[in-house]
């Protein structure tokens, strides 16, 4: 197993970049560098309270060493500046020994000073030849002018934690032939699944993630029908162009995971996928992100300057999934997206009444059974790109957070157990207040097939209604704020009032036929 030391300080440039905090950058490190196989030996690093380029000798200061046997990172000693660097000149000669000893096998500099705090750890690594990995344009150049063998140095420009610790790996990596393969995910207990990024292709978690984005269109719609206010009817037209770049730059962050490198290039990707929609902006989000991590790995290995590799890893990979959109899938996309709002218009025309009935009765297996997330909602975002609002973000309203706040709230009002009420009440009081939280409905529904029974009709008469007033809204926002973000205001509230009534009579007729059971029961056995 190969040994590497961690030497340096927050830097300059580095500190807005990360070494502000020192930990995460630390960590980042020492994530890449178990995905290796590589051993952390030492850390010797200053984080400064403030950019090295600003810093004066009274600057507050943190001494960041590694607990070997723990694996844990310690903060050793905390001063000013000029305090911390006379401490870590003590590090400094005992790391210079052990690498002449023979030890560590590799040093990683993050804006080292290598005529001060660090001079003995580089002058051992230079006379042992060991390999070098850093960052810091001018740290590395006095580094490289004293004869070191320096496998990668780059400046800090557009580097994050991240791209810089894969970097510094796969240089190491390749220098001594170690396979290895990054680690992209939260911790070193990253499953084989984070890192392929194929296989991080969620469409439901795209399109989740993404929603918020369509909840403030939805907004932006409704104050723009407030008399005063229509020009903010040129916002919505702007809001509906935006989407398929935030529906991208999800898309390659969740894909890609590279930080900023990847949001940049889902960005780039997005705003050329625009014609496409947002099935054309997930398209080129999804392609942006694999690009990024092919090209990354490539220029690594090629040895590029590690800014270089983020600027090629960002820039290349989003120009070009979008410009294959652009050119070539925008069309397609597009229509697709509008093959899914003339099947549901077309269904809705025929008969709106039966329409919304189906889709209540449907709604609630549909949400239990998994299909909902994966098939229903990504159908609402794509009618909600081309209005603002839905049909079947209506029945969502009406047929679960509605229908989920009467079940609650009859178990308020009359519960089976007392106990049972300090459960429905949260639920409660979160389906009204935010439009979601359908779940807090089950314990109710799952232990009453006549809940359950209940729920289901409820859902159907108020998918009924919304086809009765031809509805089109959202969810996921507070009850009262609903109504406005429809096309129909009074038509929604009834249809929300029968959802929640409906729910609220069935549930509550079914506790006292349970507890009456319950009663008797318990007369018969006591008799």
Not at 91 to 110: C, F, H, N
């Amino acid at each position: 197993m190969k040994r590497v030391a961690i030497v340096g300080s927050s830097g300059g440039n580095l500190y807005n970049l990360g070494g502000k905090e020192p930990e995460k950058l630390l960590k980042e490190i020492i994530n890449q560098a178990m995905a290796a196989d590589i051993h952390i030996a030492k850390i010797q690093f200053i984080a400064a309270q403030g950019s090295m380029d600003m810093a004066g000798k009274d600057t507050i200061s943190t001494v960041y060493s590694w607990d070997d046997e723990a694996n844990v990172i310690l903060s050793l000693f905390r001063g000013t500046l000029e305090e911390c660097n006379q401490y870590v000149r003590t590090l400094d000669e005992a790391l210079s020994t052990e690498i002449k000893a023979g030890p560590v096998d590799g040093l990683i500099s993050m804006s080292a000073d290598p005529d001060g705090a660090n001079q003995h750890a580089i002058m051992a690594a230079v006379e042992k030849q060991i390999a070098i990995v850093g960052t810091g344009g001018t740290s590395m150049a006095l580094i490289s002018a004293k004869g070191a063998n320096v496998v990668l140095t780059s400046g800090t420009t557009g580097t994050t934690n991240r791209t810089r610790a894969i970097s510094f790996m796969t240089a190491l990596c390749k220098h001594w032939g170690i396979s290895y393969r990054p680690i992209i995910g939260e911790s070193s207990g990253a499953s084989a699944i984070s890192n392929n990024p194929w296989k991080r292709i969620n469409i439901r978690g795209i399109m989740m993630s993404s929603l918020p984005g369509f909840i403030a269109l939805a907004l932006i719609l409704a104050l723009s029908k407030i008399p005063g206010l229509d020009m903010l009817s040129s916002v919505f037209d702007v809001l509906i162009k935006a989407l398929p770049v935030v529906i991208a730059a999800i898309a390659a962050k969740q894909v890609s995971d590279m930080e900023e490198v990847s949001v940049v290039a889902g960005v780039l990707a997005g705003v050329l996928s625009i014609d496409g929609g947002i099935i054309g902006g997930m398209i080129g989000g999804i392609g942006a992100g694999l690009l990024v991590n092919v090209l990354f790995r490539k220029c690594v290995e090629w040895h590029f300057p590690t800014t270089t590799v983020n600027i090629i890893a960002g820039g290349v990979s989003g120009l070009l999934a979008g410009l294959i959109v652009f050119y070539l899938l925008a069309p397609i996309a597009l229509q697709a997206g509008e093959w899914v709002k003339v099947l549901i218009e077309g269904a809705v025309s025929v008969s709106p009444v039966a329409a919304g009935l189906i889709a209540g009765l449907l709604i609630w297996p549909a949400i239990i059974g998994g299909v909902y997330h994966a098939a229903i909602l990504p159908i609402v975002l794509l009618e909600m790109e081309k209005t603002g609002n839905s049909f079947l973000g209506a029945v969502d309203m009406v047929g679960l957070v509605m229908v989920s706040a009467g079940i609650t709230l009859a178990n308020i009002v009359s519960p089976r157990d007392k106990s049972e009420a300090t459960v429905a009440t949260p639920g409660f009081l979160i389906n009204m207040g935010f439009g979601t939280f359908v779940e807090a409905a089950y314990p109710f529904m799952f232990s009453n097939k006549a809940v359950f029974a209940g729920a289901i009709i409820s859902s159907g008469i108020a998918g009924m209604m919304v086809g009765v007033f031809d509805v089109r809204g959202t969810a996921y926002v507070p009850s009262v704020m609903a109504p406005l973000l429809s096309n129909n205001m009074i038509g929604f509230v009834f249809a929300m009032a029968t959802g929640l009534v409906c729910a609220f009579l069935f549930t509550l007729l079914a506790n006292r036929i349970a507890k009456k059971r319950g009663k008797q029961s318990i007369e018969k056995l006591s008799a």
